[in-house]
């Protein structure tokens, strides 16, 4: 079975961090691109990064630029997101998912939760 | 940067009835858009692809259809467990990936 879990989340203070973790499963996590996406409470999908299979390349979403570090471990079969500098606005679910062809996610987990709150 | 605008915001119809989704592109992105459905407290799901291509286990009363910038997600016959939120998806090369802001398919 094709699975995707994410951990890590928490309430945390403005201007704290947090590393989400995504674990992967029942398919071959080296050859996949992966992506991290947010989603706020009663808001739509806000893509926020992307990193090849490889880990050499990495983009990101102009709102979390500079603060958020996407990385993955393919001995590990688990992809990171390190949130630093975090914001009110940074609050949301925050889903990992499988990329398909480049374009679109064809995986999803459960996703985890990130409150950014004094 | 590439706008996305889904029509309507809500679609409220009975089981058995057919639903029409639009997605419209403020430029063309060819045939890359992709449908996802979320229903309450799940994650998305991948419908379909490349404007038209059904993902894998998708129903066939799900189909996609449009190119450039013109997009339209029809759901045959309306079953209960469709009544979810829908969002379009694209690439925008100088933004990253873009979800439009969903359309919401709930029972009248």
């Known amino acids: 079975d094709v699975q995707l879990l994410e951990s890590g989340g928490g309430l945390v203070q403005p201007g704290g961090s947090l590393r989400l973790s995504c674990a992967a499963s029942g398919f071959t996590f080296s050859n996949s691109a992966m992506r991290w996406v947010r989603q706020a409470p009663g808001k739509g999908l806000e893509w926020i990064s992307t990193i090849i299979h490889s880990g050499d390349g990495t983009y990101y979403a102009d709102s979390v630029k500079g603060r958020f570090t996407i990385s993955r471990d393919n001995s590990k079969n688990t992809l990171y997101l390190q949130m630093n500098g975090l914001r009110a606005d940074d609050t949301a679910l925050y889903y990992c998912?499988?990329?398909?062809?480049?374009?679109?996610?064809?995986?999803w987990g459960k996703g985890t939760t990130v409150t950014v709150s004094s | 940067e590439i706008v996305l605008t889904q029509s309507p915001g809500t679609l409220s119809l009975s089981p058995g009835e057919r639903a029409t989704l639009s997605c419209r592109a403020s430029q063309s992105v060819s045939s890359y858009l992709a449908w996802y459905q979320q229903k309450p407290g799940q994650a998305p799901r991948l419908l379909i692809y490349a404007a038209s291509s059904r993902a894998t286990g998708i129903p066939d009363r799900f189909t996609g259809s449009g190119s450039g910038t013109d997009f339209t997600l029809t759901i045959s016959r309306l079953e209960p467990e469709d009544f979810a939120v829908y969002y379009c998806?694209?690439?925008?090369?100088?933004?990253?990936?873009?979800f439009g802001p969903g359309t919401k398919v709930d029972i009248k």
């Open positions: 998912a499988k990329v398909m062809d480049f374009f679109y996610m064809d995986v």
């Open positions: 998806q694209v690439h925008d090369p100088s933004r990253g990936f873009t």
